[in-house]
C-alpha cells in the first residue's frame, strides 16, 4: 500500500521533472523574475501545506547583461518551487526554496532563497470583493543580481463575480543591501480573466514599471509586458500558463510562463 508521504513526494517529483520537461522543449532564453504572477485572495486553509513550482523561459531577449558579473541573459530558464503554509484563515507563509537556473551551457545552478508573508482580509464567502497585501524578502547569487539581499511589498487588491476575475497589484520593490540599492522602484501588475468552462479560464495579465519614487509615472521605458493566459485543472492540479510580449523597456520580447499548483495537502 503506497503511503500518504509517498503520494505526495512523487506529485512533487511528476510536477517538477513535468513543467522542466515541457520547458526544455522550447528553446533558449533571459532569467525573468522567478515569479511571474498577479496575486489573488486564495491562501491555503489553517494548517495546510501547499506547493507551487513556478517557471519561466524567454523565447527572444534584446538585451545583453546589465553589470560585470551578471550571468549571461540569454539561453536560461528559471524553476521555482514555493511552499505555503496557512497560519490563520487570513495569513499565510511562503518559502521559495530554491530558486534554481539551467544556463546556456545546460548548467544547473542554484542561486538563492526567499520568504514571503501574505495577508488577506477576512470576508465573507459571498463577499466579491477582497484586498490584502504580501511581504517577501530573500537573498540571490551575483549572477542575478548586483545587490545580494532584495525585498518586495506588495498591495493586492481584487474582485471576483459570476465568470469575471478581476485582480489589481502595485509592487515596491528595493534592494536591502549591496552597491547599486537605488530608489525603490513601483510596477502595476493586472490580471482579467473570464471562465470559459468550469475548468477553464482565459484572460490576460499586464505587468507595467511605473518609475521609481524619486521619478513616478515615468512609464515610457519603465518596462512592460503583457500575456494571454489560461488558468486550468487536471484532477487536483491547478495550472497557470501564459505566453507574453515585452515592450516599451522591457528586453524579454517573447516569455513563456507556467506556474503548477502541487496537490501535497488536500
Not at 488577506?120 to 530573500?138: D, K, L, M, V, W
Not at 543580481?145 to 520593490?173: C, H, M, Q, S, Y
Request: proline letters at 6%; charged letters at 20%.
Amino acid at each position: 500500500m503506497v503511503s500518504r508521504w509517498d503520494r505526495n513526494r512523487r506529485s512533487c517529483l511528476f510536477a517538477s521533472a513535468a513543467t522542466i520537461g515541457s520547458l526544455l522543449m522550447v528553446m533558449p532564453a533571459h532569467a525573468a523574475p522567478e515569479e511571474i504572477q498577479v496575486y489573488e485572495n486564495d491562501l491555503d486553509r489553517p494548517g495546510q501545506f501547499g506547493l507551487d513550482v513556478h517557471t519561466n523561459y524567454v523565447l527572444t531577449n534584446h538585451a545583453g547583461p546589465d553589470y560585470v558579473g551578471e550571468q549571461s541573459p540569454d539561453h536560461r530558464f528559471r524553476v521555482t518551487p514555493e511552499f505555503s503554509y496557512g497560519v490563520t484563515s487570513a495569513v499565510e507563509l511562503g518559502l521559495y526554496l530554491p530558486l534554481t537556473e539551467v544556463d546556456r551551457s545546460g548548467h544547473f545552478t542554484v542561486d538563492g532563497a526567499k520568504a514571503r508573508i501574505k495577508y488577506i482580509a477576512p470576508h465573507a464567502p459571498e463577499q466579491s470583493f477582497y484586498y490584502g497585501a504580501n511581504f517577501e524578502i530573500g537573498h540571490v547569487d551575483h549572477r542575478l543580481d548586483e545587490n545580494p539581499w532584495n525585498a518586495e511589498l506588495k498591495g493586492i487588491t481584487g474582485w471576483r463575480k459570476g465568470p469575471w476575475d478581476l485582480a489589481f497589484n502595485v509592487n515596491i520593490d528595493f534592494a536591502v543591501s549591496g552597491p547599486d540599492k537605488g530608489p525603490a522602484t513601483i510596477q502595476f501588475a493586472t490580471k482579467a480573466s473570464y471562465k470559459v468552462t468550469d475548468k477553464l479560464a482565459l484572460g490576460l495579465e499586464s505587468y507595467d514599471g511605473a518609475g521609481t519614487f524619486h521619478n513616478f509615472g515615468h512609464f515610457a521605458d519603465a518596462g512592460h509586458s503583457i500575456y494571454a493566459t489560461a488558468d486550468t485543472s487536471i484532477g487536483p492540479w491547478d495550472i497557470n500558463f501564459g505566453v507574453g510580449r515585452g515592450y516599451s523597456g522591457e528586453p524579454d520580447k517573447w516569455i513563456v510562463k507556467m506556474i503548477v499548483s502541487v496537490p501535497i495537502d488536500q
